[in-house]
């Protein structure tokens, strides 16, 4: 099989020849440099792209950027006046210092805005397919409609709107989710194959069970419905604690899902998982980037490497980090010792 095929077939549930050894990205070194190459080589790499255009917020939507020195002040204007965010920068980061909405008649001027559909641009997935061929598998970035919404509250602004106004939040997630499906249709029809779903971790962190369930498993199932319409693939991304949310996850109609973290970055005990979601969800991740791949000698790698290997293999199971899609490189030369050993495990040489 070639790393395309492998990874493919793991996602549907089948078993591959071997169980698929997935970095997510290259890091910071990226794909042209020579230790790029020998992921793309020598794992089963999985590359992701942007999707070339906010589906959400539209194309030329009423916004108005204003630099402030160490400060950039993006000015959204509503019906019912500015809402403005402010991002701080220094020497090493920048962050946002104060979001623009605060209140649930925030999220109505939101939604109150001039919106234009955005257009479909795949040029940078297309060029990516080209540079990844069989030897990995390219994902399109996709944010949810509860992306959007958690972005323009604070974090305890996003909570608070879920207990004081539900009602609203299900708003803005029929909106986001209408605007998005109608550009997913779009651009799924264009080529867009594999794609990477983005955001549910908002609910299943910040809110609980109940959130998911209606905000997660009640919207994002209908565009996982206009992917696989268009015979194409599903990936969700959801990090936390998620022993409590099998069952829906297994309604959330997803052919993929990572990172399942362990104990202690999270609560997933890789044989249960196997247990509720096996033929029905292919499981991506258990291994921790920074502290597992990054970290530990390279024969604690191959051990913990080998026990997912046993305990989740060989069908519906893709050997993974955190997907954040920043590593070490000494992480990347452990990723590339994992592939040897599932090829040893299952008897197989690429």
Known sequence: MTSRE??????????????????????????????????????????????????????????????????????????????????????????????????????????????????????????????????????????????????????????LLWVEAPEMMERMMQVGTDRLAEWLERACAAGGQAWRMVGPEYASVMLGPQAYERLIVGYNPRLHEIVHRHSGLVHTHNHGPMTNLYDLLLRLDTDSLDPLEAWPWGDCDLAEAKQHLGGKVCMLGNLDDMEILGKKPREEVLQVGRERLEVAGPDGFILGGTSSGTYTEYAAENFIALRELSEEVYGVSD
Not at 107 to 119: H, K, R
Request: net charge negative.
């Open 6 to 159: 492998r990874l493919i077939c793991a996602m549907k549930c089948g078993t591959p020849d071997r169980v698929p050894v997935a970095p997510f990205g290259t890091s910071h070194f990226g794909l042209d440099t020579p230790l790029g190459q020998r992921l793309l080589h020598e794992t089963d790499l999985i590359a992701y792209v942007g999707p070339g255009s906010n589906a959400i917020r539209g194309t030329d939507p009423p916004i108005r950027t204003e630099d402030h020195g160490s400060e950039t002040h993006i000015v959204y204007q509503t019906p019912r006046g500015p809402l403005t965010q402010i991002i701080r920068r220094t020497e090493i980061t920048a962050a946002t210092v104060k979001f623009p909405c605060a209140t649930p008649a925030d999220g109505e001027a939101m939604l109150e805005m001039d919106f234009q559909p955005a257009p479909v641009d795949l040029s940078m997935y297309l060029e990516m397919e080209a540079q990844v061929g069989e030897e990995g598998l390219t994902l399109i970035d996709c944010a949810d409609a509860i992306c959007w919404i958690a972005e323009l509250f604070s974090p305890e602004d996003f909570c």
